[in-house]
């Protein structure tokens, strides 16, 4: 009777097994499109066969359908581009539980090696086993030799952490090319921290296959299984006894092989457009099809016989070829540019300058100003060469008839430049050039080159105003401890020209510097109250303006500087510790406009370099031109709105 029963239930068994859907026999045949990208203006397909038997799928027999319009297409099997950029990774998804120990585990490892003997050799293995915990063993890698290793220490102890095993292998897999995971598993998982509708999700947005095998699972693990092959177009393959799963790892493997690469030509019409893509071919002896929507490529296909060539740049330089005297005129200015610099940077004074330089030298033993320290020769930082002189002196004549020097050496002294007007002009002259034959050799047209010359005649000025800005703050946070220490001075007894020296002497840089050129003139005979206004002026200081006002009250009509000075250099603190109390409580405003302002920037740079068909209409159609314009006028306005409201004057 007791063998009846155990009859019973073993067929029983049996039929709930074959109701699951999951068994040893093969699959029907199956194509399935695994990635859709565009490579120089064509668009590349590829396909993953399975279900196929000992048959392949036939390249031949590829034809390609768009929005149902038949297109020029190719295909050839992916193990045979030896230059694609694709890359295909699988993870080996192993159960190492307690369930395994013995028979399970050796023929675990058994069938890992075999699918590794089967597996194309340009596919990137990694392994993962599940016990208690998911544990990467072995990273995506070509290199057989370590994943084989790897497999030969697994040991089955411990529950079943199935979900988390999973979400292992999809991190491991990494992002883009084809990537698949094979899974072994025997039991329901039992300690995992994620559940299963996490997985599920996290499956469906890896873009990732699953492939499972099920060994000597129930129902209940078999449904699960069946589900995460579902929601990622993979399938179940069941394994009734050890023996079973060297062959199923192997039919997993030979998915691999079955990988096709397929690249159509767009017709101009549907270039930039979203579509259907329907793809055919025969495989297993049935027609196969498999349909996609996506966005066609905008730009038409690059003609080339390299392979190498069909990968996507973020920079077109296609520009270079478009006109042969764009060429030719950029690359005759790029040669004259650098012509003249080394010609500047390396040719010497002639023999006259040379011997009055040696004059010079020699006299100024004999005179004041050989002492204390030698005499420095005066050396443009353009070079002392007849051509860079006769260039200084065209750009001198030029800033005095215009204005320009007295404005420029205002600024220059401002930021601690030791440059003068003249060089000055012939350095944003140069960076101008410069930047127009690069953009006019990078963009192939003469707007790029005009763009080029604003942005290379801009960079030198806000240079200088940054450099100007911090050293006027920097001027700005020490002056109340200078006028501190002048008061203090005063007070010990030192005349005003004394105490400014002290300050020369004690403070730091801008402060010393400036108060330095304060003593410098006081002693060739400027009024003091005259050095003080040229400080305020070279600093463009409003609090040093205060300073200079209450000298020269203190001058005309009497009364205790030093205690003028200590008041204002308080005053100064106040309203310093106001400003910064003030710029804290509105750091949020101004960090929102700061999003607000370079979010729709951002974001349309990312667009334009990456998603180059969905923005293309803004700049190839009238209306989306006028949209781009609108936009550009609201975000003006929005940052002129955003500013006063986060600026607060204290």
Do not use: C
């Not at 005297?325 to 540019?337: D, E, P, Q, R, S």
């Not at 750009?395 to 320009?404: I, V």
């Not at 006028?483 to 001075?489: I, N, P, R, Y």
């Not at 109250?529 to 040229?534: R, S, Y």
């Amino acid at each position: 009777m007791t063998g009846r029963r155990i009859v019973v239930l073993l067929s029983a068994s049996t039929v709930l097994w074959a109701g699951t859907g999951i068994g040893v026999a093969q699959a029907d045949p199956a194509a399935r499109i695994r990635s859709v990208r565009d490579v120089a203006g064509r668009l590349e397909i590829v396909l993953s066969g399975s279900g196929l038997g000992e048959t392949s799928l036939d390249p031949t027999s590829v034809s390609v359908t768009l929005e149902g319009q038949p297109v020029q297409a190719s295909a050839q099997l992916l193990g045979g581009v030896p230059s694609s950029s694709l890359v295909r990774r699988v993870v080996l998804l192993l159960d190492t539980s307690g369930s395994m120990a013995g028979p399970g585990i050796v023929g675990a490892k058994q069938a890992a090696e075999a699918f590794l003997g089967s597996a194309p050799k340009d596919v990137e293995v990694g392994l993962v086993g599940f016990s208690d915990t998911a544990r990467l063993l072995v990273p995506p890698t070509r290199d057989r030799g370590v994943v084989s290793r790897a497999i030969a220490t697994l040991a089955a102890k411990g529950e079943t952490a199935l979900y988390d095993g999973i979400r292992t292998a999809v991190q491991a897999l990494g992002a883009g090319g084809l990537r698949n995971v094979v899974l072994l598993s025997d039991g329901a998982d039992t300690v995992s921290r994620i559940s299963l509708a996490d997985v599920l999700t996290q499956l469906k947005a890896s873009g990732a296959q699953l492939d499972s095998v099920a060994f000597r699972t129930n129902d209940t693990a078999g449904s699960v299984l069946q589900q995460m092959a579902t929601a990622t177009a993979g399938r179940v393959l069941g394994a009734a006894n050890v023996g079973d799963l060297a062959q199923a790892f192997r039919q997993a493997a030979a998915s691999l092989t079955n990988q096709i690469v397929v690249t159509a030509e767009v017709p101009a019409a549907l270039a930039g457009r979203q579509a259907t893509v329907l793809v055919s071919l025969s495989g297993g002896g049935k027609t196969l099809t498999d349909q996609v929507v996506t966005v066609l490529p905008a730009k038409p296909a690059v003609a080339s016989q390299d392979p190498v060539a069909h990968t996507l740049h973020p920079l077109d330089v296609s520009g270079f070829a478009r006109s042969n005297g764009t060429l030719a005129v950029g690359l005759g200015g790029l040669f004259a540019a650098i012509v003249l610099i080394v010609l500047l940077a390396t040719s010497r004074g002639t023999s006259k300058q040379r011997a009055g330089s040696r004059q010079r030298r020699l006299l100024s033993l004999y005179t004041l100003t050989g002492r204390p320290t030698p005499v420095k020769e005066e050396t443009s930082v353009i070079g002392d060469s007849q051509i860079a002189q006769s260039a200084l002196e065209l750009a001198g004549r030029f800033a005095a008839r215009r204005g320009l020097e007295e404005r420029l050496s205002l600024r220059l002294e401002r930021a601690a430049v030791p440059v003068r007007p003249n060089e000055w002009l012939l350095i944003v002259v140069g960076l101008s050039v410069v930047g127009f034959v690069l953009l006019l050799l990078l963009s192939g047209n003469a707007l790029g080159g005009v763009v080029g010359a604003v942005l290379g005649g801009a960079a030198p000025g806000r240079w200088l105003g940054f450099k100007a800005g911090r050293r006027q703050a920097a001027f700005e946070d020490a002056l109340p401890d200078a006028l501190q220490l002048l008061a203090g001075s005063m007070s010990a007894g030192f005349s005003l020209p004394q105490a400014i020296d002290a300050v020369a002497r004690e403070g730091s840089e801008p402060i010393s510097g400036e108060f330095g050129r304060a003593v410098a003139e006081a002693r060739l005979g400027v009024p003091v109250e005259e050095t003080l206004a040229g400080i305020a002026e070279r600093m463009d200081s409003e609090n040093f303006r205060w300073v200079t006002m209450a000298v020269r009250t203190q001058r005309d009509v009497g009364g205790n500087l030093a205690e003028v000075l200590m008041i204002v250099s308080q005053t100064m603190r106040d309203r310093a510790k106001l400003k910064r109390h003030v710029r804290a409580l509105s750091a949020e405003g101004r960090l929102s406009a700061y999003v607000l302002l370079g979010l729709p920037v951002g974001m349309g740079t990312y667009l334009f370099t990456f998603r180059r068909a969905y923005v293309h209409p803004l700049y190839t159609d009238v209306l989306g031109i006028i949209m781009l314009v609108g936009a550009g006028v609201l975000l003006g306005i929005g940052f002129l709105w955003m500013r006063n409201i986060i600026k607060v004057e204290v």
